[in-house]
């Protein structure tokens, strides 16, 4: 069985800090690793995956993260928050052991001050 | 392409009424499925399809129905609605098990 967590429900930073988003999994085989976007009223999107080739995943917007097996943790960061980055982010795990289908967490909401 | 879509964008029922949520892909995905979003739940599968006339149940299958006749269409049906299928609905397709989801933009439904 496969699964996610993501730790808060809710971060908060200022525009210009790191931002820390994280997320660690549950699998018994090697997992596909997944971090997904959504802005209010719209459905998600793809910001990155990991997929065995490197641990470190460069994404979309500035984003990236490393897949650390020991951990079993693939944390997304960025070095420096934009008010536009103000979303709902989602991190899945898809294994071959599973479904087929990812499994969600349940989301980090990341709030961006001035 | 247009991706994924989705009709209607938004609905309110009656309890008890019953309705079809469309979903439509121009991908060539075999991958669909459908998810619940709620508040502090995240996405909840509800069925998923792995390629046309094969179709499963997720996470919380009670009250809807699903078939995939064409590799195109996936359409949710809720058999007979109750307020606690109140809820934003997505619609996603990928090409294999190994790839990202693409996502329709979501139908908003309210159970009175």
């Known amino acids: 069985a496969q699964s996610v967590t993501q730790l808060g429900s809710h971060v908060s930073v200022s525009e210009g800090a790191l931002v820390l988003l994280r997320c660690n999994y549950s699998?018994?085989?090697?997992?596909?690793l997944f971090w997904y976007v959504q802005y209010p009223n719209q459905g998600l999107q793809l910001l990155l995956k990991?997929?065995?080739?490197?641990?470190l995943v460069k994404g979309i917007n500035g984003f990236e993260a490393e897949f650390k097996k020991s951990e079993t943790s693939f944390h997304l960061t960025k070095p420096s928050a934009h008010m536009s980055d103000a979303a709902e982010y989602f991190c899945a795990v898809t294994t071959s052991g599973g479904s087929y289908i990812p499994t969600f967490g349940r989301g980090t909401s990341l709030i961006v001050h001035p | 392409n247009a991706g994924v879509t989705q009709t209607p964008k938004f609905q309110v029922l009656k309890t008890g009424q019953s309705m079809t949520l469309q979903c439509a892909q121009d991908m060539n995905h075999e991958y669909m499925s459908w998810y619940r979003q709620d508040p502090g739940m995240g996405l909840r599968l509800i069925h998923y399809?792995?390629?046309?006339?094969?179709?499963d149940q997720g996470e919380v299958p009670n009250g809807y129905n699903v078939s995939r006749s064409t590799t195109e269409d996936f359409p949710l049906r809720l058999l007979s609605a109750a307020p606690s299928q109140t809820s934003v609905y997505f619609c996603a397709s990928s090409n294999s098990w190994r790839d990202e989801q693409f996502f329709g933009p979501g139908t908003r439904l309210t159970v009175l």
């Open positions: 399809s792995v390629g046309a006339g094969i179709t």
């Open positions: 699998s018994s085989v090697p997992p596909y």
């Open positions: 990991y997929t065995s080739a490197a641990t």
